[in-house]
């Protein structure tokens, strides 16, 4: 019996390694090969990807661009990664299906939580695409979104760094790692910046756990689905 529904959120930055952008192919089969580490009949996996390797809505908006369509460039820069890494995971024999919230029934299934569901209960990793499909929620509110809606347990978030410090640690080698803290801390703190506010309290009002960890480690993310003492949680 399967005792864990878990949502991985990763950033499209994360996706393009040593390129400027677009995506690079070590990385996803990096993951592949991590999430394979997994103890998939005890753990069912949802994934939300960012379309920040592309398209980031909020920085593209203006000079004639409408925030609105600027946000849906940003909503397709997380589906052309959510194809690429299906292919990718399926390629590395981890069954995986995209599910669309943006309506692209040439490229991938359109989202619904039964189908969501149809597809974990047969041990596939599911990875919705496209945010939530409406402009002003980032594809981090959009994560907590689904998580919520497909009964997840927790939120696991990849961030470049292992955790959350008390300040900048690309600035400050000596800062120091939260292992824990509570919604109130990370929403008032002006340190906590790893994910937004709507996230964060949207998270807080339906009492939905998030770590923030490195997902570039390896065993990480086996690690932090089972419980270790890996990152940041936030509860």
């Not at 920040?52 to 946000?71: C, F, L, Q, W, Y």
């Not at 509570?182 to 807080?204: R, T």
Request: proline share 3%.
């Amino acid at each position: 019996m399967v005792s864990k529904r878990i949502l991985l959120k990763l950033s499209g930055e994360q996706l393009s390694g040593k390129f400027e952008s677009g995506i690079d192919p070590e990385i996803a089969t990096f993951l592949a090969d991590e999430i394979k580490k997994v103890d998939h009949t005890q753990t069912e996996l949802v994934i939300v990807i960012g379309g920040g390797n592309m398209v980031r809505g909020e920085e593209v908006a203006g000079h004639g661009i409408k925030r609105a369509t600027a946000d849906q460039m940003g909503m397709l820069s997380g589906l052309i990664n959510s194809m690429a890494i299906t292919d990718i995971f399926e390629a590395q024999d981890l069954k995986t299906r995209c599910l669309s919230n943006i309506f692209a029934q040439q490229v991938a299934e359109s989202y619904s939580f039964r189908l969501a569901e149809k597809h974990l209960g047969r041990g596939r990793v599911v990875i919705v695409a496209g945010g939530i499909g409406r402009p002003y929620f980032t594809h981090d509110t959009a994560a907590v979104n689904i998580a919520l809606e497909l009964r997840c347990d927790i939120v696991l978030k990849a961030t470049k760094f292992d955790g959350v410090y008390e300040k900048d640690p690309a600035d400050f080698p000596d800062a120091k790692r939260y292992e824990s803290l509570s919604f109130q801390e990370a929403v008032e703190s002006p340190h906590v910046k790893v994910m937004d506010q709507a996230a964060m309290g949207l998270a807080m009002e339906q009492n939905m756990p998030v770590i923030i960890f490195d997902a570039m480690q390896p065993g990480n993310i086996a690690s932090a689905i089972a419980g270790g003492p890996i990152g940041t949680k936030i509860s």
